[in-house]
């Protein structure tokens, strides 16, 4: 079964055309910084969003025009509907795709049914891998849909709960394993509290602390080596979620020696609501060597909720591909974690949405790159950071100093001057004037 007729493989025209089925920016084999674009951004289409979402709200059902989708939880339907996946990822021209297990596999009555759904629906994904040359970025278990996560997977206060998360987990890892996917992430989504009246917070963090080792065990056990990826989030559905920030992750990370075996995923509509900008959150887990993967999206920032929109928005991409460049992005990608609109119901509208997204990523990585050759941005920043590099601000830097003698250094120095503004208006410009002309 085909799902888009009509659409040929997208090819790059260049930023002159006006083709909206074309891409303007992304030219996957142009060299940025010695790498193709397509090396570079590791483009990945999410399964949840693309191929399992409804267009429905709170206020009305589902809009969204799926031809080859018959609405039920057969395994029938399930294959057809990986099959057109695939259909779409080459047209597209995406070298990864991701998913949760419950995104492509119908849930069964009892675990083992749910496993056995998954299993088949799983042949499938891997021949079509095999055949395109697709890959899985990463898997993971979604827990957080059901009721019985009703209190959170692992950190409810139910047992027999918790250990039905690990069951899924293990079975999660085990199909990313065999589908060569290079991360697995989890998301906490209910891994939270709603009032401390209810709970000990202590508890469930040393629940999910033992969780995740019990987790990484398992990888080692059976031979999967991707990376495992946490993703922050700060509310929504949990009022507060333990993996709020990165800053919360790195901490938590910490705390249970976790640090060896996880790094961040990062939003940039989780980082909004944590009072974040992306920038901000990918600079915190890049300069900590903690930066694994991104997904790519934007938020709404008149609407206080998760809104999952494509990033089209140059100034966000530039400033997102001036610390990918900077840290680098490997193993992960730039996951379209975004949804077409309620509005936006046909299908054509999925090559839209990403076609825009992929060239604004494209586009932010040619500015960004053209900056940092120019050392446009990091050499002021340099300069402004200059008197740490001699005199007292090298002994401050290498601990060779104390508060008395700092003291003495300041008392014969008599007062300390600001030296150098901060230009931050003059930067802005700056880049303004690369985004004019590249």
């Keep these: 079964m085909t799902g888009f007729p009509d659409i040929n493989k997208i090819a790059y ?30 483009f990945t289409v999410c399964y949840w969003h693309t191929f399992r979402g409804t267009g429905g709200d709170p206020f009305g059902g589902g809009t969204m025009q799926r031809p080859w989708d018959d609405g039920s939880e057969s395994i029938e339907n399930a294959c057809n509907r990986a099959k057109v996946a695939f259909e779409f990822f080459e047209k597209l021209g995406v070298p990864y795709y991701a998913f949760h297990d419950r995104d492509v596999a119908p849930e069964g009555a009892t675990l083992s049914e749910s ?14 891998q095999q055949r395109s040359g697709v890959k899985l970025l990463w898997g993971t278990a979604n827990m957080f849909s059901n009721p019985r996560f009703m209190h959170g997977a692992a950190t409810t206060c139910n047992a027999d709960v918790y250990a039905y998360a690990a069951a899924q987990v293990k079975k999660a890892l085990e199909v990313t394993h065999r589908l060569g996917g290079e991360n697995y992430v989890f998301w906490g989504g209910r891994e939270g509290y709603q009032n401390l009246y209810n709970t000990d917070m202590k508890r469930e963090l040393d629940h999910l602390g033992a969780f995740f080792h019990m ?44 640090m060896d075996h996880f790094k961040l995923n990062i939003e940039t509509n989780h980082a909004t609501l944590a009072g974040h900008t992306m920038m901000h959150e990918l600079e915190y887990a890049g300069m900590q060597g903690a930066l694994g993967s991104i997904d790519a999206n934007t938020g709404d920032l008149l609407l206080g909720w998760d809104t999952d929109q494509f990033p089209t928005d140059y100034y966000l991409t530039t400033q997102t591909m001036l610390v990918l460049l900077k840290y680098g992005l490997t193993p992960g990608g730039v996951n379209f974690d975004a949804k077409v609109k309620r509005e936006s119901f046909e299908p054509i509208d999925l090559f839209h949405a990403h076609i825009g997204g992929m060239d604004a990523f494209a586009r932010g990585l040619k500015v960004a790159a053209a900056i940092r050759a120019d050392n446009a941005i990091d050499g ?19 601990g060779s100093v104390n508060l008395k003698d700092l003291e003495a250094y ?6 300390a001057v600001p030296n150098a503004s901060g230009r931050q208006e003059m ?12």
């Design 215 to 258: 987790a990484v065990d398992y990888a080692k056990e059976i031979g999967f080596k991707g990376q495992f990826l946490i993703e922050p989030k700060p509310k929504e559905p949990t009022k507060h979620q333990y993996d709020s920030d990165a800053a919360a992750c790195l901490n938590f990370l910490r705390a249970y020696d976790l």
């Design 410 to 415: 300041i008392l014969d120095k008599g007062e």
């Design 13 to 42: 025209e260049g930023p002159q055309s006006d083709n909206p089925l074309a891409f303007r920016w992304y030219n996957e084999d142009e060299v940025v910084e010695g790498k193709t674009m397509k090396e570079h951004l590791r």
């Design 115 to 128: 496993n056995a759904n998954l299993d088949k629906v799983v042949d499938v994904l891997d021949a079509e």
């Design 380 to 398: 002021f920043v340099a300069d402004r950071y200059s008197s740490f590099d001699s005199g007292i601000g090298a002994k401050i830097e290498s």
């Design 427 to 438: 930067l802005e410009n700056i880049v303004n004037r690369y985004l004019d002309r590249t």
